[in-house]
């Protein structure tokens, strides 16, 4: 039973398999895909439409690739780049061209930060020559002394390679001298240059008002530099003295220009004249040694305004000091302290002179001092005369250095006649030995014929530049 079902499954299976073949085949061989035919179109239209997707074909083929068989790059996508590239080279020519130009000179700037042997690695340079450049400049310049934003002055060249070649450097030491850096055979070296200087002379007269010196200085057209020039120089001529009225001056002074017509430096005081006491003092600005003095007419050397203190001459005509300036044990007391001053030996009568030129503020009789006199020469320098016999000068008389004010003697508390002779600086006691000028410095033989032949210079400037009142007026040499 059970083998007549399984036949009978096998057979049905095998008709189910076979109906489906059949309907497959069926289907296929119904359907026919629509023909296109060479008679709907003509043969020749045929061929041209293959040719022409031939040709296409090639060509895109053609473009992907280069002639050496490497990826090319798409026409528009080169067009670009060569607009970009074309555009970009004359920057980098401006850049270059900006940097150094083609004149070989350049004035550069330090940047803060920055030294000079970055700024000129920063122009292209060579970094060897610019080292040997800066080893020569720092021989004669200190490179420290280089600040930001000084300007330096540089000289280069191309050689045939194309490399650029540092010549030459300027860098200003100060308003007169610059320091050059030039390459030679085996490297660079370096040389102090005087830098061209315009002077330009000038003159101002007027009246200086005692109350208000440097404000009637400037009424009269003077600049403040050479006003306060001018007051020290004046100080010589007066040497401590004191009047109310009106001091009539004239000044010589010069002014420096640099080649781009900028004032440099300060101004030059030459000459100075005041009418003093009905007489016409003169003195000159000249350079002895390593600094300038105060001369006279005669060749006298008048540096108190460059020393600060008063130059005095020795109050008796012979110095022979029996006590000196500081502690001691004193004769009538026998205790030890300070003595203030110096003692001189000296007979009753002998004549005492003023150390300087100035105003007795004191002449009478005072504490053990005895007959005292003091005498101010200058704001800050007083001198003290004591135990004298007699007094020839009253407070408030102008005195003339070497002008007899007394006679010595043995006033107040003293053990026998000599002269207590003092310094004071301020108010304060000083040593006396430090300031008495033994010899008065006279110029002679070479210095004074250098002298004289600067005083005619001076002299014929000033018949050339008279001024007609307080009016400043100029001359250029």
């Given amino acids: 039973m059970n083998g007549v079902i399984a036949k009978r499954s096998n057979y049905l299976s095998i008709l189910l398999l076979s109906a489906a073949i059949s309907i497959a085949v069926t289907e296929y061989v119904s359907y026919v895909p629509p023909r296109v035919g060479v008679e ?8 041209a439409g293959e040719d022409e997707v031939i040709e296409k074909v090639q060509r895109d083929e053609s473009a992907t690739k280069s002639t050496d068989g490497r990826v090319a790059i798409a026409p528009e996508l080169e067009q670009e780049a060569a607009l970009a590239q074309e555009k970009e080279e004359p920057k980098v020519a401006e850049q270059k061209a900006k940097a150094f130009p083609a004149s070989g000179q350049l004035a550069i ?3 803060k930060g920055g030294t000079l042997s970055t700024e000129l690695t920063k122009l292209g340079f060579n970094k060897t020559d610019v080292h040997k450049a800066t080893s020569a400049l720092a ?36 308003y007169r001298h610059k320091i050059v850096v030039t390459r030679k055979k085996n490297g660079f070296s370096a040389a102090k240059v005087e830098m061209p200087i315009k002077k330009v002379i ?16 400037k009424r009269c057209g003077m600049k403040a530099a050479i006003s306060r020039e001018t007051l020290r120089g004046l100080s010589n001529i007066l040497l401590g003295r004191q009047s109310r009225q009106p001091l009539e001056f004239e000044v010589l002074y010069r002014d420096l220009y640099d080649e781009k017509g ?22 000159y600005n000249y350079k002895v040694g390593e600094k300038n003095e105060y001369i006279d007419a005669n060749g006298l050397v008048l540096n108190q305004a460059n020393s600060g203190r008063a130059q005095l001459i020795p109050p008796l005509s012979a110095m022979h000091i029996t006590s000196h300036y500081g502690v001691r044990r004193h004769p009538i007391s026998g205790r030890y302290k300070r003595h203030t001053g110096i003692d001189l030996s000296a007979r009753v009568g002998t004549p005492v002179k003023a150390a300087s030129a100035g105003v007795v503020q004191k002449a009478n009789m005072w504490s053990g001092y005895g007959r005292y006199v003091r005498i101010r020469h200058t704001p800050r320098i007083s001198t003290a005369y004591g135990h004298l016999s007699r007094i020839v000068v009253r407070p408030g008389q102008q005195v003339s250095q070497g002008q007899i004010i007394g006679y010595t003697g043995a006033s107040g508390y003293t053990s026998g006649p000599h002269l207590h002779y003092e310094v004071l600086r301020d108010g304060t006691q000083i040593n006396p030995l430090t300031t008495i000028k033994r010899e008065p410095y006279r110029l002679t033989g070479k210095a004074l014929i250098e002298f004289n032949q600067f005083k005619k210079e001076i002299n014929l400037q000033l018949v050339g530049l008279h001024p007609a009142g307080p009016k400043k007026q100029e001359a250029k040499i």
């Fill in 139 to 174: 021989k004669a310049y200190d490179l420290r002394n280089i600040k930001v934003g000084q300007e330096v002055v540089v000289n280069g060249s191309e050689d045939p390679t194309g490399e650029l070649k540092l010549t030459s450097l300027e860098i200003a030491q100060n």
């Fill in 202 to 217: 000038r003159t101002v007269s007027g009246k200086l008002l005692p109350s208000e010196p440097a404000q009637s200085l």
């Fill in 40 to 47: 709907d179109f003509g043969e020749e239209d045929v061929l």
């Fill in 262 to 283: 900028n004032c440099v430096g300060n101004p030059e005081l030459l000459y100075i004249s005041a009418l003093v006491e009905g007489k016409i003092k003169r003195i």
């Fill in 109 to 111: 700037k330090i940047n």
